[in-house]
């Protein structure tokens, strides 16, 4: 089992930027074909999905609320998975969490692994607090 950390949370004025770390405690080889995925929860509401990458080729999911303002990206020689996100708004304030699980390719980039996992995921770790005041 993979054990996840996450950090680079902060409070931030909407129009600003932070940047989310994710860091897995594995080996290179063992990383090399999982589906690693952020999540968020706003106080009061569900798990959402917010992006995933296939550790395999580096192929992404955004949900459709971040698309074009967040970016996944990994770092292999580091197994860090990163959310750059820029252009926050106040509905971005969440409890950000990563979660990493074996999977196929198709089912990460299509997000169909997110969907199935923020109900799913047993390992959620502690997570990283971002706050957007408007």
């Known amino acids: 089992q993979v054990q996840l950390v996450e950090s680079g949370g902060g409070s931030v004025q909407a129009g600003g930027s932070l940047r989310l770390s994710c860091a897995a405690s594995a080996s290179e080889y063992t990383y090399a074909s999982y589906c690693v995925g952020w999540f968020r929860q706003a106080p009061g509401k569900e798990r959402e999905a917010v992006a995933a990458?296939?550790?395999?080729?580096?192929?992404?999911y955004y949900a459709v609320s971040v698309k074009g303002r967040f970016t996944i990206s990994q770092d292999t020689a580091k197994n860090t998975v990163y959310l750059q996100m820029n252009s926050l708004k106040s509905e971005d304030t969440a409890m950000y969490y990563c979660?990493?699980?074996?999977?196929?390719?198709?089912?990460?980039?299509?997000?169909?692994?997110?969907?199935?996992?923020?109900?799913?995921?047993?390992?959620w770790g502690q997570g990283t607090q971002v706050t957007v005041s408007s």
């Open positions: 990458i296939y550790t395999g080729g580096g192929s992404t």
């Open positions: 979660a990493a699980d074996r999977g196929g390719f198709y089912d990460c980039y299509s997000g169909s692994w997110s969907e199935r996992t923020k109900y799913e995921y047993k390992n």
